[in-house]
């Protein structure tokens, strides 16, 4: 099995310790080859909102980076890991810019099956929130994800702080392994569940053959379907996604195809 963890930091230091202690503790519970990708040694531009990716497809964005690059190791793996360290209260920069760059996944999730997790590493406060942001991001990709955890990396950092951050990537390892292993496609919670009949009934609805959107979910037979994958929901669940259909055709009831349309296609950064 393959895991690539992405780096968000520019320097080789407690984000990436952290990450390749995690990593080692993984390949050491079974058969894993794994690679870390420093972001910041790649080029990878700022969004400029155009919405190309989003309305038209994301192989039409005007940006010539290493963004394809970086989605293929992605592609290419079995376990995914975003890591970051916390700079004001948030992912670093570089990691923003590589998420802002896959932004239109959140569209059109496709890593179903693959294993993720995120890894922070703070000196006081504010990971924790960090964490749930990149574990929203990774399930809003599709990915099978795993809670995160955050570090404490403040220098200089007592034995006993290192010995808590070693059992929190041990508990990370352990889990993440036994999610890689599985390579199973839960039960979506009503959150998702929510975010999926809403999105693909506007999208039938609000949209047609000349959106990315509402071409990719065609293809995937998402109109029909009662989620992203094969799922067998319970009777709460299937009534829920009946309820959440009946919403999002009320609100998207008398809208005008063609006024979003006009508005919308106009793309030119």
């Not at 999105?199 to 047609?208: H, K, N, V």
Request: overall charge positive; some cysteine; charged content about 25%.
């Amino acid at each position: 099995m393959k895991v690539t963890a992405f780096v968000g930091s520019a320097r080789k230091k407690h984000t990436y310790h952290a990450t390749e202690q995690f990593l080692k503790k993984l390949q050491s519970l079974g058969d894993v080859d794994y690679e870390i990708v420093m972001l910041s040694d790649y080029d990878v531009r700022v969004c400029k909102g155009c919405l190309s990716c989003l309305n038209r497809g994301e192989e039409l964005c005007p940006l010539k980076d290493d963004r394809d690059l970086l989605i293929k190791k992605i592609s290419d793996s079995d376990g995914v890991v975003f890591a970051s360290p916390n700079y004001s209260f948030q992912v670093s920069a570089i990691m923003k810019i590589f998420l802002d760059r896959l932004g239109f996944m959140f569209h059109r999730p496709r890593y179903f099956g693959k294993a993720f997790t995120g890894i922070v590493a703070q000196g006081i406060y504010g990971g924790g929130e960090i964490v749930k942001y990149l574990d929203f991001a990774g399930t809003g990709m599709g990915f099978n994800t795993v809670k995160g955890c955050c570090i404490v990396s403040r220098e200089p950092v007592p034995e006993k702080t290192g010995m808590a951050n070693d059992r929190k990537l041990d508990r990370l390892a352990r889990k993440f392994h036994s999610r890689l292993v599985r390579n199973a496609c839960p039960a979506p919670s009503l959150l998702w569940l929510m975010i999926f009949r809403m999105s693909r009934t506007s999208i039938g609805r609000l949209l047609d053959e000349n959106w990315r959107d509402f071409s990719y979910f065609r293809e995937k037979g998402w109109f029909e379907s009662d989620y992203y994958y094969p799922v067998v929901l319970n009777p709460l669940k299937k009534l829920a996604g009946m309820l959440f259909d009946m919403l999002a055709a009320r609100m998207s009831r008398g809208e005008n195809k063609s006024a979003p349309r006009a508005a919308r296609l106009d793309t030119t950064p």
